[in-house]
Structures are given as structure tokens and as C-alpha cells.
């Protein structure tokens, strides 16, 4: 728990570095991004792979019906049968605590959310979920795909929303919410197309009241998150892979799997069934 003096400090920090939507100056939506994380080594798949000692971390991202979802399972299921132990997990809501929490920042019973509080809520969720179910997964040597990590909270909080995104970066330097993906796969797709999918999606089955919240964005919204990630990726080329998620659903699980093939050689030896 923060004491008042170090409250006060993350207080002053949030309220410096809040951008306006519309303000241009500083940091915020457009500018372009750098690293969520500290510069690391580049460290060659082929030595992560050939004695590795922990699990691999891997990051699926994308806007809203972009598919990730429905990737990360078909995913978890064929490394699965290739003998990899898998953890699959999300943000928000991988563990008890981020359950409630995901309750609060994705349900429409809970009107608006303030930019400051919707981040520290996904920041809060993010360190229990390292804390409780990532770092140890990891550990064991279980590989986990996560369904959103940080890169969504720059792309949502920071480009979307008009967060500063080095506030966002300054929250994510101290363990464990420094953790850095192994690989990030982002899903990239028309915004018109996935919210399109998206509010389908939950008027089928009914996840409106619960998991809607994001969908009722306005369309500018959702664009404003896919360049987000588009100028993530790009800071980042060595971590990020781009994956167009247009087209069939095996037709993307194969760009996916062609793309992990160097962290999971399994991958590379049939096609996808």
C-alpha cells in the first residue's frame, strides 16, 4: 500500500503528465512512441530456444475484433499437442483480483471512468496478474500467451485516451511491471472492420452489459489505438510482428504460426490441419 507521502507523489507525476485529447504539446496521441520498457539486448530466438530455462512470453494485441481470442486458443491448442506447456491468461482479468477489476473497467453499469483512474486500474490489475500468475508460470518453465499486455495500455490510455505516454512508461520500470514480452503479436485489422466484429460479437452473445464498455467508443477512437500500435511496432520491430487479420481464421493462424516458428520450431514442422 503507498503511504500518503508516495501517494502524493504518483498523484502530482498522474496530474503533470495528463495530456488533453486534443493538446499537441508533450507526449500523447500521434507523437511518436518509443519502448514501453528500458532498451535491452537483442538476444538471438535460436539461444532462447536451445536451452531455455523459463517459459517464453508471448503477448497477443490488437483492437477491438481483431481475433486474438479465438488465435491465442487455436495457438495454445497445436503447441499443446506438440508437447509445450502452456498457460493461457489476460488483461485485465488473470487473476481473481483483475476478475473484479475487469468487472469495473469493461461492464457499462459503471458509466464514465476518469483517464487517471481507468490506468491505474489496468496497472493494478497488471502487477497482481505478473505477481500471481505470470512470473511464476514463467519460472516453471510454462510458456504463457497473454491476451493484452502494456503495449494495450499505450495504445488505449496513452494514444486513445491522451495519457502522456512516458507516465505510462515511468509506472512500468519497476518490478515486476518491467517484465518484457519474449514476442508481441499484433493483429492488425480495418478499425471499421473489427468494431464492426466486436459489437456483433457481444450482441450475439450477450456480452454487452459486461464487455462492452470499449465497443461504444466512437470509430475515431479505435483508430486512433490501431496507429497507436502501428507506431509501437515500429519502435520495437525486433519484439513486434505484424499479423493482418483479414481472411479466414486458419489462414491467419498460419501467418501466426510462420511467425513464432523461430521461438517454437514445432510450428514450422506441418501446416496448420
Known amino acids: 500500500m503507498l503511504d500518503r507521502g508516495a501517494a502524493g507523489i504518483v498523484g502530482s507525476r498522474i496530474q503533470r503528465h495528463m495530456t488533453s485529447r486534443n493538446d499537441t504539446s508533450g507526449t500523447g ?19 532462447m530456444t536451445s536451452a531455455r530455462r523459463r517459459g517464453l512470453f508471448v503477448t497477443f494485441e490488437g483492437i477491438e475484433g481483431s481475433g486474438k481470442t479465438t488465435q491465442i486458443e487455436r495457438l495454445a ?41 481507468e490506468l ?21 518453465g510454462t510458456n504463457v500467451l497473454c491476451d493484452r499486455f502494456v503495449d494495450a495500455t499505450l495504445a488505449y490510455q496513452g494514444y486513445a485516451r491522451g495519457i502522456d505516454l512516458e507516465l505510462i512508461r515511468m509506472l512500468h520500470r519497476s518490478p ?47 483508430t486512433r489505438v490501431r496507429d497507436g ?12 510482428r505484424i499479423v493482418d487479420a483479414e481472411g479466414s481464421t486458419e489462414s491467419v493462424e498460419a501467418r501466426i504460426a510462420d511467425l513464432l516458428s523461430d521461438l517454437f520450431p514445432a510450428l514450422d514442422e506441418d501446416g496448420v490441419s
Open 29 to 47: 496521441p500521434g507523437t511518436p512512441a518509443e519502448s514501453a520498457f528500458q532498451p535491452a539486448s537483442q538476444v538471438d530466438p535460436r539461444v
Open 77 to 117: 491448442d497445436r503447441l499443446r499437442q506438440a508437447g509445450e506447456a502452456i498457460v493461457i491468461t489476460r488483461e485485465p482479468g488473470g487473476s481473481p483480483l483483475g476478475r473484479r477489476l475487469r468487472t469495473l473497467l469493461l461492464g457499462e453499469d459503471v458509466g464514465r471512468i476518469d483517464p487517471q483512474a
Open 120 to 140: 491505474l486500474l489496468y496497472v493494478a490489475d497488471r502487477a497482481q496478474h505478473l505477481r500471481e500468475v505470470v512470473e511464476p508460470a514463467l519460472a516453471a
Open 176 to 222: 515486476p511491471l518491467d517484465r518484457r514480452p519474449d514476442r508481441t503479436m499484433l493483429l492488425d485489422l480495418d478499425p471499421a472492420v473489427g468494431l464492426d466484429r466486436a459489437r456483433r460479437r457481444n450482441e450475439d452473445l450477450g456480452l454487452a452489459p459486461t464487455e462492452g464498455r470499449f465497443e461504444r467508443e466512437a470509430l475515431e477512437f479505435h
Open 229 to 240: 500500435y502501428l507506431d509501437l511496432a515500429e519502435a520495437e520491430p525486433f519484439r513486434f
